[in-house]
């Protein structure tokens, strides 16, 4: 089959495209890396992966199939960052969706259900790699079963993330950290790290993982 993996170009995914595009390879597959939709050509599949923005009708239109990872329980928390969001609200527990992209966001029917399984402690560079792996198999496994797989309607009540901002990694000066920590473990060092203000100043915080020592 002739395969396509779309990802916006400042995607983190992009990292992790060359795994899945050699493990496609090896099952016998030509595969094409893309980094915007205008560059999709015909094919068979189109796998719509750390896309920041909608995708038009007609590059649907150019593939049999057009699948998208999201990291919820659709039709629950469609949208923006939603691994992000569920690690602030104190879930490890991750549910994540395989499922046909649709012109409306987050709407197509689902395939796969999984989750991922955080222990709490992890940092962002830990959870993308964890969130990564994941799609990576659910890719995998609708390649391999996209003769017999039949996805079904999403059902019930759909609810919606935002899109995440710089602001959001704002530290409140006065909790402790113990009562943060989640914000810090989702923080982006380089793109969007946390930060508080006093006195009006702004001051710049970057977490790492120390040794146990």
């Known amino acids: 089959m002739n395969i396509t993996i779309l990802t916006s170009k400042n995607s983190w995914l992009n990292d992790y495209n060359k795994s899945l595009a050699g493990s496609l390879i090896e099952l016998g ?8 939709q205008e560059e999709m050509k015909k ?5 719509l992966l750390g896309c920041f923005e909608l995708i038009k009708k007609d590059t649907l239109n150019l593939n049999k199939h057009n699948i998208v ?4 329980a659709l039709p629950e928390g469609k949208g923006w960052s939603p691994i992000t969001w569920q690690i602030l609200e104190g879930k490890n527990v991750i549910p994540i ?34 969130q990564a792996n994941k799609t990576i198999e659910l890719c995998l496994s609708f390649v391999k079963s996209i003769d017999s797989i039949n996805g079904h309607p999403q059902s019930g009540e759909s609810t919606f993330y935002r899109r995440r901002r710089p602001e959001d990694s704002e ?26 203000k006093m006195n009006g100043v702004k001051y710049i915080l970057k977490i790492y993982k120390g040794s146990n020592e």
């Open 97 to 130: 969706t395989l499922f046909e992209a649709a012109e409306e966001m987050d709407a197509g029917p689902i395939y796969f259900k999984d989750e991922i399984n955080l222990n709490g402690m992890e940092l962002v560079d830990e959870i993308r790699e964890q």
């Open 43 to 47: 094919g068979d599949i189109a796998f």
């Open 171 to 196: 530290l409140d000066i006065n909790k402790p950290i113990k009562e943060q920590f989640n914000l810090l473990r989702v923080v982006d060092n380089e793109n969007y790290p946390a930060f508080f």
């Open 29 to 36: 597959h030509s595969v094409n890396i893309i980094h915007k």
């Open 69 to 72: 990872v999201h990291e919820s």
